[in-house]
């Protein structure tokens, strides 16, 4: 992408270049000539006043010598025959009869093309005829500065190409890191870093194309939550009736099947611990969480003694719930802290007589929040 914009911007300018630079090119070249031959004709007006005065070949000589053309052998004069006296030329003609002739006839100057350059013939009109004045004009007066304006339209033309390239250039940075930093994204997500996330940056489009992903992204690890959320929710949902048949099969007495059944039931409690574990540990590479994350304890404790309370009243267990209350936020994850009261809720069922009584409590101080469970049992022997 970048680089096609920089064959585009280059194309593009390159023609706008040209088409500039080659018209000015030419009319540069012709106001050069104008220039020239507009000196020749000021040149060759300004031997009008000696002609009408005189028409002596030594006085026009000398006035010829003495203008600037003139003095550069550049000017020549034809003079038309007058009474007995025969038509002469003073200077260094170089244009041909025919052409001072035409130039007699036609009452206006014209400009003829000689060997190494131009000839401006300028008619002068005597009592006795015409007069023609023509001034040389080299071919390195018409093109001069034509070269230097040639180069330096040139040199600008290049910086405009140039500096057009640059400036197309980092606009196709701007547009390619972007786009670049979407598909690593897209990669990153593939390989299941699901913190990978895009910056809205770049063009409208670009940008459109960042939140779309990053919305995906977010969609992706809410549903991936959610499906962990659920295995551990189910879970935790098989501990109370197996907590209820680890202590019926505790009440079967001695035996091989009786002990068959307690092995079954404690490779079945494992293996439901395995899959809670793996649940809550297997979380999305995430962002670190903000203020904002945590839980409710006191929410969480009611929901989970009100799920234990079933099992509670079977055994004859009194139950007490302390400090719930009021809201009591902390910086743990719901499943989390769920996981942590069923496993200590777990352990006073496991490990306590039945009918033995216990006690969540919930103290909420400036700088901890402790969640306590107790429970009435003997405790353990020394």
């Not at 005829?129 to 290049?158: K, Q, R």
């Not at 990978?196 to 992903?213: N, Q």
């Not at 200590?344 to 216990?358: Q, S």
Request: net charge negative; aromatic share 4%; with cysteine.
């Amino acid at each position: 992408m970048r680089w096609a914009l920089v064959k585009v911007c280059l194309a593009v300018t390159t023609m706008v270049v040209v088409a500039f630079a080659v018209p000015l090119g030419l009319v540069v070249k012709e106001m050069a000539r104008d220039r020239a031959i507009s000196n020749a004709e000021r040149h060759g007006a300004g031997m009008g006043p000696t002609l009408s005065i005189t028409t002596d070949r030594e006085e026009l000589t000398r006035a010829v010598a003495s203008s600037e053309a003139g003095g550069d052998g550049r000017m020549a004069v034809y003079v038309p025959a007058v009474g007995d006296a025969e038509a002469f030329e003073v200077g260094d003609p170089r244009a041909g009869a025919r052409a001072v002739e035409a130039t007699r006839k036609e009452g206006r100057a014209r400009t003829t093309g000689v060997p190494g350059g131009f000839v401006v013939l300028q008619p002068t009109a005597l009592s006795s005829g015409t007069a023609v004045v023509e001034i040389y004009v080299p071919e390195a007066e018409v093109s001069n500065g034509v070269t230097t304006a040639w180069v330096v339209l040139a040199g600008v033309g290049i910086a405009l190409i140039i500096g057009s390239v640059a400036v197309a250039d980092r606009l196709g940075v701007r547009m390619v890191q972007p786009a670049k930093r979407l598909v690593g994204a897209a990669h990153d997500l593939g390989e299941g870093k699901l913190g990978a996330r895009v910056p809205e940056e770049g063009p409208t489009e670009l940008r459109l194309a960042a939140v779309a992903f990053n919305s995906m992204a977010d969609q992706v690890v809410q549903l991936l939550a959610n499906e962990r959320e659920l295995a551990a929710d189910l879970s935790h949902r098989l501990r109370t009736p197996l907590t209820v048949l680890r202590l019926n099969a505790a009440s079967l007495g001695e035996g091989p099947a009786a002990e068959q059944t307690r092995t079954a039931v404690e490779t079945l409690e494992r293996e439901v611990d395995t899959i809670i574990r793996t649940a809550r540990d297997a979380k999305p590479q995430t962002a670190t969480a903000g203020p904002g994350a945590g839980c409710d304890a006191a929410e969480v404790i009611r929901e989970r003694m009100a799920f234990w309370s079933a099992l509670a009243e079977d055994e004859g267990r009194e139950v007490r719930v302390a400090g719930v209350e009021r809201p009591v936020r902390i910086p743990v994850a719901r499943t989390e802290l769920v996981a942590a009261l069923d496993a200590l809720l777990g352990n006073v069922f496991r490990h306590t007589p039945e009918g033995t009584a216990f006690s969540v409590d919930v103290h909420n101080g400036e700088d901890a929040v402790i969640v306590l469970v107790s429970d009435a049992g003997p405790g353990i022997a020394d």
